[in-house]
């Protein structure tokens, strides 16, 4: 495929550091070389704060810290903070632990209050709070890395915000990469309940958005991965956020709840089981909002409400784009499809794999376009099959003469596929499905597989799933003492999971139908590279626009260098750079030749 999950990820990164060089080229400050602070238990907070006399708690450090200062956290369990000091683009207020942290609230407070910009909280546990753990209030420009987030919602309060990452106010740009949430391990009660993993409150058309959430494990609550409000156009994420590589399970509602504000986002590579809808975008209003190579399996029934992959409808607007998806239902009576709203439109769908216990689609009002097509699609249901704009189709002949949908979809009472959702040999999924250009360009075979994932692609190699086993220890008060053996921290999730491979640009431009192969790119040679192609390796890629930057700030080069005047203003500078990043997400083209 086009983008496997790690090559998306290395793209967005590559991406993400070269606008962050230009920003700093045109002005930003760069990250300033700050202070490190210590902490331990068995420290003084009348102390310094060096490694050899360290404060004794984290709010100490908290009031001192400025930009780009450090506060490194020694192993203990420690009363909760606030941060409120902001730091700067490029030099953040950092948080640092390591093994054995535990930030504890004593299902009292939050664990952690974030109330300031540009704060980065990694490596440490923060556990048990009556509402949230990590309580973010207008705060933008937050990392969470690496973090242990469990038992939130001690109260057992119905609200969705009593979660373990609740981010109030509208901040925007919010990040929470390779991290593991589980509603209950040392606290009494099950881990399916409410509070959502990771939940965000929009508040304007100007707030919110711009937010990553990958490769985090999230077992149990209401929402895996949500927020509110759902039906304003800026709702929830409102825009260009990124919600990939999640392991999420166990949850009362929706594994991915994408509803309200649908600007450029993007759900990619996740995987959700064990929740009543896998992912939710009733009402998706703005788009593009692009599902590409989800995994959902084994899902649920929750408080007598039916299980479902997708959850459609309500009013919803939005360009919806739903490439090369997975779910199998096995023995429940769960739709592939279902329309739980009135009006739905503008929903389009291609190459998924849908085996459903109920209805493959139940739709009932159509208030514009709604496409399906090369998708493999059954029931174990002999009664039902699909029910398209409120008209039964028993069988896909059915479905294609009354509907004209599915003129190139397959149906099959065996997908011969593994446990994982991967086809085997034989599968009718291989070699079934549509290019999509952008998505699946470098398929193997005749023609991209159905589903998820494509035979012979490379995947990541199998991991353990985390486990959390924090040793047992005092509950602590407002200064808790050194325990005498500190909690250590469950094993953290990995970066690289067993997960679809199958992902999509963030800013997707392929539009829904069949298509054919694009027209391969322009060649290009050591004598006459294209403009942009600056290290003449035939391709435009972030690593071009570092090494425009580079020879902007005077910096020495090697090998190739073919610098060319992209914006026509009679200079090689970083704007220039900033050309080949907007050529990169397919915004505008890059000239030939400047006037």
Not at 201 to 207: R, S
Not at 320 to 345: E, M, W
Not at 361 to 374: F, K, L, P, Q, S
């Amino acid at each position: 495929m086009s983008y496997s999950r790690g090559s998306l990820s290395t793209l967005v990164l590559a991406t993400a550091v070269a606008v962050a060089a230009v920003f700093v080229l045109a002005g930003e400050p760069a990250r300033a070389a700050g202070t490190d602070y210590y902490v331990s238990t068995s420290g003084d907070d009348g102390a310094p704060g060096t490694q050899s006399q360290p404060l004794r708690t984290v709010q100490a450090a908290a009031d001192r810290a400025g930009p780009g200062d450090i506060v490194n956290i020694a192993p203990g369990v420690y009363a909760p903070f606030a941060a409120e000091t902001a730091g700067i683009a490029g030099a953040p207020v950092t948080f640092r632990g390591d093994d054995g942290v535990w930030i504890d609230g004593g299902c009292s407070n939050h664990a952690i209050d974030i109330m300031a910009d540009h704060i980065t909280i990694e490596d440490l546990g923060a556990r048990r709070s009556v509402t949230e753990v990590i309580h973010l209030f207008a705060a933008s420009n937050v990392t969470l890395d690496r973090l242990t987030v469990t038992d939130w919602n001690c109260g057992e309060g119905a609200d969705q915000y009593r979660g373990g990452i609740s981010s109030w106010g509208g901040g925007s740009a919010l990040t929470v990469r390779d991290s593991y949430l589980e509603r209950r391990v040392t606290e009494s009660g099950d881990d399916v309940g409410p509070g959502n993993g990771i939940w965000v409150k929009n508040t304007g058309p100007d707030a919110g958005g711009g937010h990553t959430f990958s490769g985090n494990t999230i077992i149990g609550g209401h929402d895996g991965i949500g927020g509110e409000p759902e039906d304003v156009p800026w709702g929830v994420f409102n825009g260009d956020t990124l919600i990939e590589g999640n392991t999420i399970r166990e949850c009362d509602d929706d594994g991915i709840q994408v509803e309200g504000g649908t600007h450029n986002i993007t759900v990619s590579g996740n995987t959700v089981s064990g929740c009543l809808i896998g992912v939710a975008l009733a009402p998706a209003l703005g788009g593009p909002l692009t599902i590409v190579g989800n995994v959902i399996t084994d899902p649920q029934p929750r408080r007598g409400e039916g299980p479902a992959a997708f959850k459609t409808g309500d009013d919803s607007t939005g360009e919806v784009l739903i490439y090369h998806n997975s779910f199998f239902a096995g023995a429940t009576p769960a739709d592939g499809f279902k329309q739980t709203d009135p009006n739905l439109r503008n929903i389009h769908l291609l190459n998924n794999a849908i085996y459903a216990g109920r209805y493959v689609w139940e739709t009932y009002t159509h208030t514009g376009a709604v496409t399906a097509d090369y998708d493999a699609i059954f029931t174990t249901d002999g009664d039902r099959f699909v029910k398209w704009e409120n008209s039964w189709h028993g069988t896909l002949a059915s479905l294609r003469s009354g509907t004209g949908q599915e003129t190139h979809g397959i149906t099959a009472s065996d997908f011969t596929w593994d446990a994982d959702l991967r086809p085997l040999a034989g599968s009718p999924l291989i070699d079934a499905g549509v290019v999509i250009p952008g998505v699946n360009d470098d398929y193997s075979g005749s023609a991209p597989d159905i589903g998820a994932f494509e035979v012979g692609s490379v995947t990541p190699s199998d991991t353990p799933e985390p486990t959390p086993t924090p040793a047992a220890t005092a509950t602590p008060t407002a200064t808790p003492p050194p325990p005498s053996e500190p909690p250590q921290l469950p094993p953290q999730a990995p970066t690289a999971t067993p997960t679809p491979t199958l992902a999509v640009t963030p800013t997707p431009t392929a539009t829904p139908g069949p298509t054919v192969s694009p027209d391969p790119p322009p060649s290009a040679t050591a004598t006459d590279p294209r403009p942009g192609d600056v290290n003449c390796d035939g391709a435009i890629t972030p690593i071009d626009a570092l090494l425009v930057l580079q020879a902007a700030a005077g910096l020495p080069s090697t090998g190739c260098l073919h610098l060319t005047d992209l914006d026509c203003d009679g200079a090689v500078t970083a704007a220039d750079a900033r050309a080949i990043l907007t050529h990169i997400v397919e915004i505008v083209s890059l000239p030939a030749n400047c006037p």
